[in-house]
């Protein structure tokens, strides 16, 4: 899981905001302003931590939290995860510093979180808190108080708002999936040339690349792909693979193509691996690409440098 500060957008009208409430403010802090902002943090992220959607929802700021609940349970939990840093729910375990200030560990099966809290820095009805991830960077939580409490209003410089922010994080979702579709195919490629050379010809099927019984490696079965992708599918994308004859006639090329099942889920380009080894791709609307397809960004310039 990425930490926090790679998902922020250095928005110049959320600084401009931040900065004109910040400084228009008088530097006088309430009496109770520090601790109840940090404490309502430290319990905002404990219930990231515990993947508890309903209670984190309610540190939300303004309208974010019907934003939040309207929101596809995927994107729930996505966002969720970004905020605790874990794919996996966590046990929260809050204690202080030797300053008194907030350390929140959020144990997760597969990792455990630690946040330092630094002081709070309150003016008047407006808090921002650093928080230290340890082994990784640190970002500054905004948060402002309505008549409830304490409630989360920006994350570094980027104000929560949870609709364009699902849309962002939405889109750089889709555009990593997108990369390891070409990475796969790519891959997928490389074993279909190892298979070539180890038997002398190229496999009829992907299924002949799978997986094979320990010492039992045939044509049948090369155990030089995954069984997922054997059957032709893998990460929200269906692949498809075809001999392509040579003038002589000799079997010795191929072509892939990978297109998103669903449309639009795991991603919204296909993809189309021509004879010379070159990726096309382009937003099909979940038709097969083809080499008429214009070629990918890395391929486009590779051909260009070639010229």
């Known amino acids: 899981m990425q930490t926090v500060s790679n998902f922020l957008i250095r928005a110049v009208a959320a600084l401009s905001l931040a900065l004109l409430f910040f400084g228009a403010l008088p530097a006088r802090a309430q009496e109770t302003g520090e601790p109840d902002s940090a404490a309502a943090l430290s319990d905002a992220l404990a219930a990231a931590c515990r993947a508890d959607q ?19 349970a995927t994107q729930r939990s996505e966002f969720i995860k970004r905020i605790s840093l874990s794919d996996l729910p966590g046990k929260p375990l809050i204690s202080s510093d030797g300053n008194g200030h907030v350390v929140l560990h959020c144990r997760a099966p597969n990792t455990t979180v630690e946040y330092r809290f630094g002081a709070p820095r309150v003016r008047e009805n407006l808090a921002f808190i650093t928080v230290q991830v ?8 905004g948060l402002i108080r309505e008549k409830a409490g304490w409630k989360l209003l920006s994350l570094g410089l980027v104000l929560f708002d949870i609709p364009q922010l699902s849309k962002q994080w939405a889109q750089a ?3 990593a999936s997108e ?3 070409v990475a796969t ?24 690349l799978g997986p094979a019984p320990k010492d039992q490696i045939s044509p049948e079965q090369a155990s030089l792909i995954s069984a997922e992708l054997a059957k ?3 990460g929200g994308y269906d692949y498809r693979y075809r001999i392509v004859p040579d003038i002589s006639g000799n079997d010795t090329a191929f072509e892939l193509a990978a297109t998103p099942k669903p449309y639009g889920t795991a991603g919204r380009r296909s993809f ?18 083809t080499a008429e397809d214009p070629l990918i960004a890395g391929e486009r310039a590779a051909a260009e440098k070639s010229e």
């Open 272 to 289: 189309f691996l021509d004879a010379t080894g070159k990726v096309h791709g382009d937003d099909k609307h979940g038709a097969v690409a």
């Open 179 to 181: 990369e390891a579709t």
């Open 134 to 141: 340890v082994d990784s960077e640190e970002t500054e939580f």
């Open 185 to 208: 195919l790519r891959s997928l490629s490389e074993a279909v040339q190892t298979y070539f050379r180890a038997f002398g010809k190229l496999p009829e099927y992907l299924a002949e």
């Open 54 to 72: 309903t209670q984190f929802s309610a540190f939300l700021a303004g309208d974010n939290p019907a934003a939040f609940r309207a929101l596809p």
């Open 173 to 175: 979702d889709l555009q």
């Open 232 to 234: 032709g599918a893998t």
